[in-house]
């Protein structure tokens, strides 16, 4: 697939490094914002075109531009980070720029080239590395492509935005909480068979919200959706995977069956543990299991995993049909590790399977 030379147009407004470190102090997730973007258009007998670096500015769209009114949109989501020497190491890029173009496939848009994905992406990096926060923190990198095409009949649109904008950011949750607790919905569902759940569309996220507003109203800081056909067997949280640890050393997670997204965060924590000989095994468990496993001590440890929230124990669980803690409800000792193995090899501090970490060039 050809693609265009990406034109670098260095934004003059840039930040001073005064007004970079003071946003730079406690940058949270998702509120603060780089000075560039990286775009590019695509358009029905042209392919893409007009692929540049530019500051970061509002879109001019169109009202009947397709992603307002039939949520033809997808995203990624990854992380640049501080390596040793100066270096900035990107986690598995390759990963999410496939998994991208399976959710454009999935959501009937255009597919962009790995090479034009990750030249975008390290463009970007490169312009905004000063954003970089230092010691645990990262930027977090948000590839988009949405409908920009203004027409109203509901099919594939002929024009698309491409996108890339970049976050500096701490933890996910606030005051980076050891353990989080989960509201098990079971009658909101956020993806069936045949539909999108396996793509990384906005839509997805769109239909986990009113789940997740009732976790919040239940004191719960994320919700864990069920199957959609038996409400009974647990799938993912609203933006993690999660795993179960068992007390005889088996690992165990729900499997890719279409419903859930293809975590790469999932996948590397698989492949981790296979290495090192623990059983782990990709399949359904069911939300009452859960309850017992917990309640007899059989589970010891569950943990959720993504991009955005790295590794995180789960404590607590609440549903109608009562609530349990999973070990002491703080998080346990193999989630810590698997965590901070994790983090090190991102950070170029563990060495982890070859070419899971690629270096930005200058
Ligand atoms: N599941 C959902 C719904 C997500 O939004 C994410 C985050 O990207 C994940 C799982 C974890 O995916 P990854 O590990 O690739 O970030
Ligand atoms: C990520 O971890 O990258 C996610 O997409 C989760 C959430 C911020 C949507």
Not at 192 to 215: D, F, H, I, R, V
Not at 270 to 284: D, P
Request: hydrophobic share 40%.
């Amino acid at each position: 697939m050809l693609h265009p030379t990406l034109e670098v147009l260095p934004n003059p407004e840039s930040r001073s490094t005064e007004e970079r470190e003071k946003l730079l102090v406690d940058p949270g997730f998702g509120r603060v914002f780089t000075d560039h973007m990286a775009v590019a258009i695509w358009t029905r007998g042209q392919g893409w075109h007009s692929a540049a670096l530019t500051a970061r500015k509002p879109f001019v769209l169109d009202p009947a531009a397709g992603v307002l009114h039939y949520a033809q949109e997808i995203f990624e989501g990854m992380k640049a980070y501080r390596a040793q020497h100066g270096a900035i190491n990107l986690f598995r890029p390759e990963q999410n720029a496939r998994r991208f173009n399976a959710s454009a496939r999935r959501m009937a848009m255009p597919e962009i080239s790995e090479e034009m994905f990750l030249e975008a992406v390290e463009t970007l990096v490169r312009a905004d590395r000063d954003w970089i926060p230092d010691g645990e923190g990262s930027l977090y990198l948000r590839p988009f492509m949405f409908a920009s095409e203004a027409f109203l009949g509901v099919r594939p649109a002929e024009e698309f935005t491409f996108c890339v904008i970049a976050s500096p950011a701490g933890a996910y949750f606030k005051g980076g909480k050891s353990a989080v607790s989960l509201w098990v919905s079971d009658h909101l569902n956020r993806a069936g068979p045949g539909g999108t759940g396996a793509a990384k569309c906005g839509g997805n996220y769109a239909a986990s919200l009113a789940a997740q507003a009732e976790a919040y109203e239940q004191g719960c800081d994320q919700v864990v959706f069920l199957d959609a056909v038996e409400h009974r067997w647990v799938d993912e949280l609203g933006g993690m995977n999660l795993f179960f640890v068992f007390d005889d050393g088996r690992v165990a997670t729900p499997p890719l069956e279409g419903t859930i997204l293809p975590g790469i965060t999932r996948a590397s924590i698989i492949e981790l543990l296979r290495r090192r000989g623990v059983e782990v095994n990709e399949e359904s468990y069911a939300i009452d299991q859960w309850q017992a496993d917990a309640r007899s001590g059989r589970l010891s440890e569950a943990f959720a995993c993504g991009t955005a929230a790295v590794v995180t124990a789960v404590g607590r669980v609440k549903g109608r049909s009562g609530d349990w803690t999973i070990g002491n409800g703080d998080g346990g000792t193999f989630t810590a590790a698997i965590r901070n193995e994790l983090i090190g090899i991102q950070r170029g501090l563990v060495e982890g399977p070859d070419g899971w970490v690629r270096q930005v060039r200058r």
